[in-house]
Each structure stands twice: as structure tokens, then as C-alpha cells.
């Protein structure tokens, strides 16, 4: 699975928006772009996830480029509860696949 | 949605002594789980993987005589823990794909604590 790269922390105000970016310049054609995020002790959840054009669901959207070696996560309207570590993963899909976490970027919302 | 669930979520045991820690599939079946170990302050590290009906397959450098995964049911995937030692305290968490594409429910985790 090709690697990714994310900042390793990032601030952000309460309701404002939190653009995370994430290089993953390595993907290749059947790779997808995951995100997930892990609030301190407990275990990562599932944000969104995109194989070329832009995704949009109730938690969040995500942006990826034209050439697909970079994506963003954009939180709308960022909440306390929003302060987790979030995880930028590109693998193959399938409902049968093994996800490698990188170290992430935290992200703390501020009031 | 889809849920996955552990148990127990938090175990303390002596040095010595075998843990195990139950995954289970809540709404859904599932053929493959995983299993990841995190300490702390570090990110998720992939153990093996589980499957209903045979062998884990474990990721490189993790013991499988040291942690056995047992995938007897299509909702029901256990890891246990043999003769535990401090170093083996961790977080452990397990995760499971939905019917859908693209999308891996993870439990809550267990954190072992060893003595």
C-alpha cells in the first residue's frame, strides 16, 4: 500500500472549518484514500473515503486532487469533540482489506 | 450502523497468566477480522489477520504461539494473550469490514494491563 504523509499536529478554532491535508504521492490506480480518526483511548472510526472525485457524507467531505497524490479532509464546522487524531490511509478496497495506520496528524479544536 | 464489539474493555492479570479478549460482530457477519495493538502514544499496528474457518495470518514479527487468534463463527473472533509479561500491556483493538466496500468498524479496544 503506497505511503502517506500528514502534518503530526494542527489547531483549529470551535466552528470554524479544520482542512487536513494528507501527500500520498505514491497511490496507484485501484488505491483509495481513507480517513479514520482515534479520540484518545478509544478505537479509530470511520470518516469517509474516495477513489477520485470528491466524497461528501454527513461527517465530513474530502477533496482530492486531480492527479490524486494529495487529498484534504475538511471538518465544516469544527466542535470540541472534534479533537482526535486523524488517520490518512490509501489502500485497496474490498469489504476484506487490512488498513496500516501511519502516525497521523492530532488535531485539537480550540474554544 | 454496523457495530463491532470487545470484551472485556480493561483487564489487569499477573505475569504468567493466559488473557483473552473477545471481538464480536454485532449486526453483521464477518469473515476477516483484524486485530491491532497500539501503545501508547504510538499509532495502530496490524497484528493479523483473523478468518472464520482457518488460520490467522500474522504480520511479521508478531509471535503467533504468543498471541492466539481463534475465528470459530462468522461474529466471533478471539485473541488471547499467553503467558503475559509487562511488555505485552497494551491497547488492544480489533476490526471488522461490513457488508459494504470501503468502510472497517473498529471495536472498542482492551487495554491489558500486565503485572
Known amino acids: 500500500d503506497a505511503k502517506t504523509t500528514q502534518p503530526p499536529s494542527m489547531d483549529c478554532a470551535e466552528g470554524r472549518a479544520a482542512n487536513l491535508p494528507c501527500n500520498h504521492s505514491t497511490i496507484s490506480g485501484n488505491e483509495y484514500v481513507y480517513w479514520y480518526r482515534q479520540i484518545h483511548s478509544q478505537g479509530p472510526q470511520y470518516i469517509i473515503h474516495g477513489l477520485k472525485n470528491n466524497e461528501t457524507n454527513e461527517m465530513a467531505s474530502l477533496i482530492i486532487t486531480e492527479d490524486r497524490k494529495s487529498s484534504t479532509l475538511i471538518l465544516p464546522h469544527a466542535t470540541l469533540r472534534d479533537t482526535a487524531v486523524y488517520y490518512c490511509i490509501v489502500a485497496r478496497g474490498g469489504s476484506n482489506y487490512k488498513l496500516t495506520f501511519g502516525k497521523g496528524t492530532l488535531l485539537t479544536v480550540n474554544p | 450502523g454496523a457495530v463491532v464489539s470487545q470484551h472485556p474493555s480493561r483487564v489487569i492479570c499477573k505475569s504468567g497468566t493466559s488473557v483473552k479478549i473477545e471481538c464480536r460482530s454485532l449486526?453483521?457477519?464477518?469473515?476477516?477480522m483484524f486485530w491491532y495493538r497500539q501503545f501508547p502514544k504510538q499509532s495502530l499496528m496490524l497484528m493479523a489477520t483473523s478468518n472464520e474457518g482457518s488460520k490467522a495470518t500474522y504480520e511479521q514479527g508478531v509471535e503467533k504461539d504468543k498471541f492466539l487468534i481463534n475465528h470459530a463463527s462468522l461474529t466471533l473472533s478471539t485473541l488471547t494473550v499467553t503467558s503475559a509479561h509487562p511488555e505485552d500491556s497494551s491497547f488492544y483493538i480489533c476490526?471488522?469490514?461490513?457488508?459494504?466496500?470501503?468502510?472497517?468498524?473498529f471495536g472498542e479496544g482492551s487495554r491489558l494491563t500486565v503485572l
Open positions: 449486526d453483521f457477519q464477518a469473515t476477516t
Open positions: 476490526s471488522a469490514g461490513g457488508a459494504a466496500a470501503g468502510e472497517l468498524f
